[in-house]
Protein backbone atom coordinates (compact mmCIF):
# COMPACT_ATOMS: atom_id res chain seq x y z
CA UNK A 1 0.00 0.00 0.00
CA UNK A 2 1.46 3.20 -0.67
CA UNK A 3 1.16 6.46 1.74
CA UNK A 4 -0.98 9.08 1.06
CA UNK A 5 0.72 12.56 1.30
CA UNK A 6 -1.42 15.52 1.32
CA UNK A 7 -0.87 17.59 -1.18
CA UNK A 8 0.90 20.75 0.48
CA UNK A 9 3.87 18.48 1.81
CA UNK A 10 5.75 18.69 -1.41
CA UNK A 11 6.60 19.69 -4.00
CA UNK A 12 4.81 17.54 -7.37
CA UNK A 13 8.18 16.84 -8.80
CA UNK A 14 8.80 14.36 -5.86
CA UNK A 15 5.97 12.54 -6.61
CA UNK A 16 8.20 10.57 -8.96
CA UNK A 17 9.46 9.01 -5.47
CA UNK A 18 6.89 9.40 -3.06
CA UNK A 19 4.52 7.32 -5.77
CA UNK A 20 7.50 4.51 -4.78
CA UNK A 21 7.32 4.82 -1.52
CA UNK A 22 5.50 1.05 -0.71
CA UNK A 23 4.84 1.46 3.01
CA UNK A 24 2.58 3.37 5.05
CA UNK A 25 5.29 3.73 7.82
CA UNK A 26 8.63 5.24 7.04
CA UNK A 27 10.61 3.21 9.24
CA UNK A 28 9.15 0.24 7.58
CA UNK A 29 10.30 1.71 4.19
CA UNK A 30 13.35 2.57 4.72
CA UNK A 31 14.36 -0.73 6.52
CA UNK A 32 13.23 -2.57 3.81
CA UNK A 33 14.30 -0.40 1.22
CA UNK A 34 18.15 -0.75 2.81
CA UNK A 35 17.65 -4.81 2.04
CA UNK A 36 16.16 -4.65 -1.24
CA UNK A 37 18.87 -2.16 -2.40
CA UNK A 38 22.12 -3.88 -1.37
CA UNK A 39 20.23 -7.02 -2.14
CA UNK A 40 19.98 -5.90 -6.11
CA UNK A 41 23.64 -3.71 -5.86
CA UNK A 42 25.35 -7.01 -5.07
CA UNK A 43 23.57 -8.76 -8.13
CA UNK A 44 25.08 -5.88 -10.64
CA UNK A 45 28.41 -7.75 -12.15
CA UNK A 46 31.83 -6.08 -11.81
CA UNK A 47 32.76 -5.08 -14.85
CA UNK A 48 29.31 -3.05 -15.12
CA UNK A 49 30.36 -0.50 -12.02
CA UNK A 50 31.78 2.00 -14.35
CA UNK A 51 29.77 1.42 -16.78
CA UNK A 52 27.64 4.87 -18.06
CA UNK A 53 24.90 3.97 -20.81
CA UNK A 54 25.60 7.37 -22.56
CA UNK A 55 28.03 9.93 -22.79
CA UNK A 56 27.58 12.57 -20.09
CA UNK A 57 25.63 9.40 -18.21
CA UNK A 58 26.52 8.55 -15.37
CA UNK A 59 28.37 4.81 -14.03
CA UNK A 60 26.38 2.39 -11.49
CA UNK A 61 29.24 3.85 -9.29
CA UNK A 62 28.98 7.21 -9.41
CA UNK A 63 24.75 6.65 -9.20
CA UNK A 64 25.34 4.62 -5.47
CA UNK A 65 27.04 7.51 -4.83
CA UNK A 66 24.56 10.08 -6.07
CA UNK A 67 21.99 7.98 -3.57
CA UNK A 68 24.23 8.09 -0.61
CA UNK A 69 25.04 12.16 -0.74
CA UNK A 70 20.81 12.88 -1.64
CA UNK A 71 20.24 10.54 1.22
CA UNK A 72 22.81 12.71 3.74
CA UNK A 73 21.68 16.12 2.35
CA UNK A 74 17.69 14.97 2.88
CA UNK A 75 18.52 13.64 6.11
CA UNK A 76 19.59 17.02 6.77
CA UNK A 77 16.46 19.09 6.40
CA UNK A 78 13.98 16.33 7.84
CA UNK A 79 15.96 16.89 11.07
CA UNK A 80 15.71 21.18 10.29
CA UNK A 81 12.41 20.78 9.37
CA UNK A 82 11.68 18.77 12.69
CA UNK A 83 13.47 20.39 15.02
CA UNK A 84 11.06 23.83 13.62
CA UNK A 85 13.86 25.56 11.74
CA UNK A 86 11.68 27.81 9.61
CA UNK A 87 14.93 28.94 7.74
CA UNK A 88 14.26 28.02 3.94
CA UNK A 89 17.07 25.82 2.63
CA UNK A 90 18.57 26.14 -0.91
CA UNK A 91 18.43 23.65 -3.25
CA UNK A 92 21.59 21.54 -4.18
CA UNK A 93 22.26 20.61 -8.27
CA UNK A 94 23.30 17.08 -8.07
CA UNK A 95 24.95 16.61 -11.31
CA UNK A 96 27.48 19.37 -9.81
CA UNK A 97 28.23 16.91 -7.09
CA UNK A 98 29.09 13.73 -8.97
CA UNK A 99 32.47 14.79 -10.69
CA UNK A 100 33.78 15.91 -7.27
CA UNK A 101 32.51 12.32 -5.40
CA UNK A 102 35.51 10.34 -6.50
CA UNK A 103 33.26 7.79 -7.03
CA UNK A 104 34.69 5.79 -9.76
CA UNK A 105 38.11 5.49 -7.51
CA UNK A 106 35.88 3.41 -4.89
CA UNK A 107 34.70 -0.10 -5.22
CA UNK A 108 31.45 -1.25 -4.39
CA UNK A 109 32.11 -2.55 -0.86
CA UNK A 110 32.86 0.70 0.03
CA UNK A 111 29.82 2.11 -1.18
CA UNK A 112 27.45 -0.58 0.12
CA UNK A 113 29.20 0.28 3.49
CA UNK A 114 28.80 3.92 2.93
CA UNK A 115 25.34 3.43 1.97
CA UNK A 116 24.63 0.71 4.91
CA UNK A 117 25.76 3.11 7.67
CA UNK A 118 23.88 6.60 5.90
CA UNK A 119 20.90 4.88 5.85
CA UNK A 120 21.27 3.19 9.34
CA UNK A 121 21.33 7.36 10.57
CA UNK A 122 17.90 8.01 8.61
CA UNK A 123 16.41 4.88 10.03
CA UNK A 124 17.59 6.31 13.68
CA UNK A 125 16.95 9.67 12.99
CA UNK A 126 13.54 9.00 11.81
CA UNK A 127 12.76 6.69 14.64
CA UNK A 128 13.50 9.77 16.74
CA UNK A 129 10.98 11.41 15.43
CA UNK A 130 7.53 11.99 17.26
CA UNK A 131 3.56 12.39 15.03
CA UNK A 132 4.08 15.69 14.74
CA UNK A 133 7.46 16.20 14.28
CA UNK A 134 6.51 13.57 10.57
CA UNK A 135 3.79 15.86 9.62
CA UNK A 136 6.01 19.32 10.16
CA UNK A 137 6.58 21.56 7.17
CA UNK A 138 9.63 23.35 6.28
CA UNK A 139 10.82 24.78 2.93
CA UNK A 140 13.36 23.72 0.56
CA UNK A 141 14.55 24.53 -3.21
CA UNK A 142 11.56 27.26 -2.57
CA UNK A 143 8.85 24.83 -1.80
CA UNK A 144 7.50 23.31 1.52
CA UNK A 145 7.90 19.84 2.86
CA UNK A 146 7.20 17.91 5.79
CA UNK A 147 9.42 15.75 7.50
CA UNK A 148 7.36 12.53 6.90
CA UNK A 149 7.63 13.29 3.27
CA UNK A 150 11.47 13.74 3.26
CA UNK A 151 11.19 9.76 4.63
CA UNK A 152 9.10 8.44 1.59
CA UNK A 153 11.64 11.07 -1.02
CA UNK A 154 14.59 9.00 0.61
CA UNK A 155 12.31 5.26 0.30
CA UNK A 156 11.52 6.21 -3.66
CA UNK A 157 14.52 7.60 -4.77
CA UNK A 158 16.51 4.61 -4.80
CA UNK A 159 13.44 2.63 -5.86
CA UNK A 160 13.63 5.34 -8.57
CA UNK A 161 17.38 4.33 -9.38
CA UNK A 162 17.48 0.99 -9.15
CA UNK A 163 14.46 0.64 -12.12
CA UNK A 164 17.15 3.53 -14.08
CA UNK A 165 19.97 0.92 -13.62
CA UNK A 166 17.58 -2.40 -14.51
CA UNK A 167 16.25 -0.20 -17.60
CA UNK A 168 18.97 1.66 -19.08
CA UNK A 169 22.54 -0.08 -17.83
CA UNK A 170 21.37 -4.07 -17.54
CA UNK A 171 19.01 -4.80 -20.42
Known amino acids: MIVQLEKEEYH ?8 KAEYIDVIEGLSAGKI ?3 DFINTIPKEKHQYAYA ?3 WTIL ?5 IIDAERIFAY ?3 RFARNDKTPIVGFEQDDYI ?17 KITR ?14 LVRIG ?5 PMSVRAVGYVLAGHQKHHIEIIKERYLS
Request: proline content about 3%; glycine content about 6%; hydrophobic content about 30%.
Open 62 to 66: EIIQH
Open 139 to 143: EASGS
Open 12 to 19: PYYGTYTS
Open 55 to 57: DGK
Open 77 to 79: RAL
Open 99 to 115: PYSAANNRNINELISDY
Open 36 to 38: EFI
Open 120 to 133: DCSISLFKSFTKEM
